[in-house]
């Protein structure tokens, strides 16, 4: 980086400038989590990136998971996990742990680094307005034996059913960046743990965001041969998945990414979120950083 002259500085600045331009006054929701969340240096590079938005003047908005940690502290406490497709069976004290360590200590971190770059942030939960009002997620499987459908409890696992983005909007409108911890609560206040892709998406509907950035531990979408899909359309990303090209976890952000667009994002992306300055390549370059749906 020493080696930039600062008249090729200047350049990259100028480039810049209408992307900014095309996202200044916009929401941006960006999905935090994975690779990113535990290493310093990513976390440092995630916070300042998303200062610089802010001080481009976009809307930015974090939510964030914290899976890995969330194991941790249960394991820590001796307190087994059990998962059914791919998503934490959640019991009475499990529920208790996830708040404390999403809406606690995950939080207050990402906070404390955006603060620290120079940012004004702020952190709340779904469960704060509410943000996120919640239902119980019932999952549906077939028994291997009889192929016969049954529901799944996971117990304390919900999926959101009504966003109320209000207080989103004023924090915004009064300089604050929120970082949101994906934890939502039913009409008979009972907290459920809500997976921060769906998350995500949904709040980015609510919003009419401009952009929905979901960090990965990937490039992206990959082809059959492992290279990075640039682009891709709902048709082309059903096909994809129907063939088997996209499986396992990025269906479901992939459908998430879908439904967000289908109800008001202009566009979704999926990005690495291990590379140095993945959301401002993304943003502010011509050739951006991983998937683009829309």
């Known amino acids: 980086m020493n080696n930039i002259t600062s008249l090729t500085r200047a350049q990259i600045i100028a480039e810049a400038l209408p992307f900014m331009q095309n996202y200044s006054g916009e929401y941006i929701v960006v999905k935090y989590g994975g690779h990113a969340m535990g290493d310093s240096i990513l976390s440092t590079s995630f916070a300042q990136n998303i200062v610089m938005l802010k001080q481009a003047g976009m809307k ?82 077939y028994k291997t034996d009889s192929n016969v459908e049954k529901v799944i409890d996971l117990g304390y696992v919900g999926e959101p059913e009504l966003i109320n983005p209000e207080k989103l909007v004023r924090l915004c409108d009064s300089g604050f960046i929120p970082i949101i911890a994906p934890i939502g609560i039913d009409k008979n206040n009972v907290t459920y743990n809500i997976n921060a892709d769906t998350a995500a998406g949904a709040i980015a509907s609510s919003l009419g965001a401009k952009r929905l950035l979901m960090l990965t531990d990937i490039k ?29 976890g990025m269906i479901p952000k992939i459908e998430t990414c879908l439904d967000a667009i289908s109800s008001g994002v202009e566009k979704a992306v999926i990005l690495d979120g291990r590379v140095l300055n993945a959301i401002i390549l993304e943003l502010f370059t011509e050739d951006g950083s991983g998937t683009l749906l829309s």
């Open 220 to 248: 992206g979408v990959l082809d059959q041969e492992g290279n990075l899909i640039k682009d891709l359309s709902k048709n082309t990303a059903n096909d994809l998945i129907n063939n088997g090209t996209i499986k396992g």
């Open 60 to 141: 930015p908005i974090v939510v964030h998971g914290g899976g890995p940690q969330i194991g941790e502290m249960l394991n820590s406490l001796g307190i087994d996990s059990q998962f059914i497709n791919g998503l934490r069976v959640t019991d009475k004290k499990t529920i208790e742990v996830v708040e404390e360590v999403l809406a606690g200590t995950i939080n207050k971190k990402i906070v404390s680094d955006i603060n620290s770059s120079g940012g004004k942030s702020i952190g709340i939960s779904g469960k704060d307005g509410p943000l996120i009002l919640a239902r119980k997620l019932n999952k549906k499987a």
